[in-house]
């Protein structure tokens, strides 16, 4: 039944409160706490994705001309294998956690039972639109939790294939997709959730905030910034190039939150290492990038006009030592690399998210930290050296969302790394466990065995710290 | 003193001195901090009984015994809790390697409230300590002495420029709001605690707020042999902290109709047998309060239903423990928070409808069940929500160290005590290593069929595994 407003524009305030209504009467009915509701769901999504797989790269290739090799790597696979590892592991998660006790309080046993929340929203973004809805969802099913899903509108093709495929896999009295744009959003923020999570940028994430805050809804905010490089002179040169360059260029164009977002490195060294990059990016993408099939389109004409405006101003353009080439036509623009922009300019100070790399050169590498930790904190941070020492300090000194040394963005697709922001970056995390954990609640529990109870020594300790007790 | 932004400008400089990093810094806070719990103990007793007539007794189980058993277990488990954890790298993973290093979140915000100012300004205090992080703490104004207290002992033991107290009511909280924090930890009411989630939205500042609600206490049948331990409890666990003004003190309690005034007896006689003389219950806080209590009991269907007690001492701002047998459930006392003295008794005609009963309302921050029915226990875990659930007692749940201390929907979110503390003020970074060797051309463009068709036939088998074959993590 197409109950949610299924016209774009038609889903208002009571539509919106309606869908929550019915999905926590769902949920009080108790089916999402079974942990075969949560497996039979999760086995059929991992069956979508074999099944449709056709119909997901497709819908990847019309909202952003990804290349078929990074829908499969990047969107299923990795969706492919949340499912897979959830369903391993789903059981051990749900049991309850024993804890010590000690003596003093001594109740004698204690436990960490998890439980679902509830009813869940997840908004999710538009460059890895498929990945970001599929997966927060996965979590808030395995969590036991009913689940609303607002795909994002900048990605339609990929918005209503979920909004089509979901009912035919899923159980719908407990997992809806609501399709639309600001007004359809404002309306599902309006009602009161037991958790969002919202992937994005940092401006609406404010606004998903202040919304929750009505409801004293807890929220994850995966947001982004600006990721930066240091690359230092003790590499290997043409495998740090080609790890930061399949990192930018290699996801989604530079259109993603973890990606390589500028490069420091010092002035000595910045010569070799544009030349070293210049020699990858013929290689990964021919003589005429802007003929490649391997590269991501910019999505639409807003964000090609706001990447273009980072390039336009006068003290950047002289700046382009590689690339620049643009295509407003084809939503295209060639890899870009610029040297030494003013920290000040726009594309310095703006999240750049395309395919534009502005390297910065500094006389002494340490000094890339000052300039790192002087800017609000990004999701990732990388760092390309063979210097132990320089290594130990990047960790303990630069504080972002995830680090990844000698590589760039791979710590995200190990499940057994938290994977969320910082500071500006966002707050709360979610991938693998750490995906059921954000979404469950984790009530404490004691008891007090009357067998433990050795009465008179027991008594008399409580009588020193004052409990009055039999 | 100093503005608010001049405060904060000298905290943000200590942080980033990087001097809160080190375990040896952390170490001596929370020593120093364990002394002045130790040392100025009178002059926390007194400003409690200032505050609220708290007895010592009383104020040294809930307060400084509290404190001063989680200062040791921080201090026990500070390396502990400080050393990065290192991940399972999905097979082969040389050389890679994946940890997890914690790390402060920086500079955050404490507003600690009223009802155990001391405890819940200094408790969050360990854990921010421990993280590494530089604090500002908003005691309650509605306890001034206390808060008073704090602005004085803090500076004399502990790091000055680390750790600032700012004294005042809502206007100095408003302007703290306006500043950018790491973190904020709020105590207190939901209604604050939304202005305090809306404030920090501006910033994108994570918070935790620890609220209230009506923890219910659901009293089975017991063996007579039980019921005197079981009434002892209950009425500690109502009228001992703070004369019932505690988020997790018990607000009402659920009864079979048939065994109610069994119940009421005993807790008539308990009361009277611990709480006879009234120099062992604190006082109201202030006169508001007390009004508001007061105002429970207005409604003469509400008055009507009192079966003990009663009394308000409006000079001395006490109220005697009061017992209601079934007041209207719509009336105020059964719809929001008590926050005091008074003990609605609400009956049941089964006891299994208290699961119904709790549901159909805001999930509390604590649930007690006095029962030796593992059936109804095991529904109760399973079929309610709430921070906790604690059976055969009360209270306790707060001193373990282990569990985590937090509430759920209108009760809250976020959590500590214990390492869950040190969690809650500190970032963990996901951190993965690779060297340069073994580096596999697959996973890089151009793409062509072939490495497509190589990916899918690998990946047929184990997905993650042959995405790290391509990743070049494995060959």
């Not at chain 2, 373990?400 to 963990?428: C, I, M, N, Q």
Request: charged share 25%; glycine share 8%; net charge neutral.
């Amino acid at each position: 039944m197409d109950g949610d407003g299924e016209r774009k524009g038609e889903f208002d305030g009571k539509a919106a409160a309606e869908l929550v209504g019915e999905l926590r009467q769902s949920f009080w009915n108790g089916k999402t706490r079974s942990y075969d509701w949560r497996t039979d769901q999760l086995r059929s999504l991992a069956r979508m994705l074999v099944e449709k797989e056709k119909d997901i790269i497709d819908a990847l290739h019309e909202d952003l001309g990804k290349p078929e090799m990074e829908s499969f790597i990047h969107e299923i696979s990795l969706a492919k294998d949340g499912c897979a590892r959830t369903l391993k592991e789903l059981k051990s998660w749900m049991k309850p956690q024993k804890v010590s006790t000690s003596i003093t309080t001594f109740p004698s046993s204690a436990e960490i039972v998890s439980e679902p929340l509830g009813v869940v929203l997840v908004i999710s973004a538009w460059n890895y639109p498929f990945l970001l809805s599929l997966e927060p969802v996965v979590g808030a099913i395995a969590a036991g939790n009913a689940v609303v899903l607002k795909p994002s509108e900048i990605a339609p093709a990929t918005s209503s294939l979920l909004k089509r495929l979901l009912p035919g896999y899923v159980d719908s009295s407990s997992i809806r997709v609501v399709e639309g744009g600001v007004p359809e959003t404002t309306a599902l923020l309006d009602q009161k959730w037991d958790k969002i999570i919202y992937t994005g940028n940092s401006k609406v994430g404010r606004i998903v905030m202040a919304a929750a805050a009505k409801h004293l809804t807890p929220v994850v905010l995966e947001l982004g910034g600006k990721c930066p490089v240091v690359v230092d002179s003790k590499v290997d040169l043409d495998v740090a190039t080609k790890r930061i360059a399949v990192g930018k260029w290699g996801c989604n164009n530079g259109q993603a939150c973890i990606s390589p977002d500028y490069i420091i490195t010092e002035r000595e060294f910045a010569p070799k290492l544009i030349e070293a990059m210049k020699s990858t990016l013929e290689i990964f993408y021919g003589k005429d990038p802007m003929a490649s099939k391997d590269l991501s389109r910019i999505v639409n004409s807003n964000h090609f006009k706001r990447i273009s405006k980072l390039l336009d101003s006068d003290k950047v353009s002289e700046k382009i030592v590689h690339g620049g080439q643009r295509d407003e036509q084809a939503l295209k623009i060639s890899p870009t690399l610029l040297l030494d922009v003013p920290q000040d300019s726009l594309i310095m100070t703006e999240e750049i998210f395309g395919p534009l790399l502005p390297i910065i050169t500094v006389d002494d590498i340490h000094q890339s930290f000052d300039i790192i930790n002087s800017r609000p904190k990004p999701l990732a941070a990388y760092l390309f050296t063979k210097d132990k020492k320089l290594e130990e300090k990047f960790v303990r000194g630069v504080s972002a969302g995830g680090m990844s040394i000698n590589e760039t963005v791979l710590h995200i697709t190990n499940p057994g790394l938290p994977f969320g922001g910082v500071g500006e970056s966002g707050m709360g995390a979610y991938h693998g466990k750490f995906s059921f954990d954000t979404f469950s609640h984790k009530k404490a529990k004691s008891r007090l065995l009357k067998a433990l109870v050795n009465g008179d020594i027991i008594g008399i300790i409580l009588a020193l710290i004052g409990w009055p007790r039999a | 003193m100093g503005t608010v932004e001049e405060r904060l400008g000298e905290m943000r400089e200590a942080f980033r001195s990087g001097k809160t990093k080190c375990e040896k810094w952390r170490r001596s806070q929370l020593m120093a901090l364990l002394a002045l719990v130790r040392e100025e103990e009178e002059g926390i007793f007194s400003a409690l009984n200032r505050d609220l007539g708290k007895h010592r007794a009383e104020a040294f189980r809930d307060e400084v015994g509290v404190l001063i058993k989680s200062i040791n277990f921080a201090l026990s488990s500070l390396k502990q809790w400080m050393a990065p954890k290192s991940v399972k790298v999905p097979l082969v993973s040389f050389p890679s390697s994946a940890t997890v290093v914690p790390e402060p979140l920086g500079v955050v915000l404490l507003f600690s409230s009223w009802n155990f100012p001391i405890g819940l300004a200094l408790e969050p205090i360990i854990g921010a300590f421990s993280a590494g992080n530089v604090v500002a703490l908003k005691p309650s104004e509605l306890a001034p002495s206390s808060a008073e207290f704090l602005a004085e002992a803090i500076p004399r033991y502990l790091d000055g420029a680390a750790v600032k107290v700012f004294l005042g009511g809502p206007s100095v909280g408003s302007q703290l709001l306006e500043q950018r924090w790491d973190k904020i930890l709020f105590t207190g009411s939901p209604r604050v605690g939304r202005v305090v989630m809306a404030a920090a939205a501006e910033h994108l500042t994570p918070v935790i707020l620890e609220l209230g609600g009506k923890c219910p206490a659901i009293v089975d049948s017991i063996g007579s042999s039980e019921q005197k331990v079981a009434a002892k409890r209950l009425v500690a666990g109502k009228w001992g902290p703070c004369c019932g003004q505690a988020c997790v003190g018990i607000d009402y309690i659920l009864v079979e109709r048939q065994f109610a005034s069994t119940l009421i007896d005993m807790l008539r006689r308990t009361v009277k047998s611990l709480y006879g003389d009234s120099r062992n219950l604190s006082r109201i806080v202030n006169r508001q309060h007390f009004m508001r209590l007061e105002g429970l009991l207005k409604d003469p269907s509400v008055s009507a239903s009192v079966v003990h007690g009663g009394r308000f001492d409006s000079d001395n701002l006490k109220i005697e423990p009061t017992i209601l047998l079934d007041p209207p459930l719509d009336s105020e006392i059964m719809t929001e928070e008590v926050f005091g003295p008074l003990l609605p008794i609400i009956t049941l005609e089964k006891i299994g409808d208290s699961i119904a009963f709790v549901r159909d309302r805001p999930k509390p921050l604590a649930i007690y069940v006095f029962s030796n029915d593992e059936a109804l226990k095991k529904r109760v875990v399973a079929e309610t929500s709430s921070g906790s659930v604690t059976f055969n007692d009360t209270m306790i749940q707060f001193a373990v160290d282990t569990l985590p201390f937090g509430g759920v929907g209108g009760s809250g979110f976020g959590r500590y005590h214990g390492k869950f503390s040190f969690d809650a003020f500190s970032h963990e970074k996901a951190v993965m290593r690779r060297q340069f060797l073994l580096d596999f051309p697959l996973r890089y463009p151009p793409w062509n069929e072939t490495k497509l068709r190589f990916l899918r036939d690998v990946f047929h088998f184990d997905y993650f595994g042959l995405l790290l074959v391509m990743m070049g993590l494995k060959k």
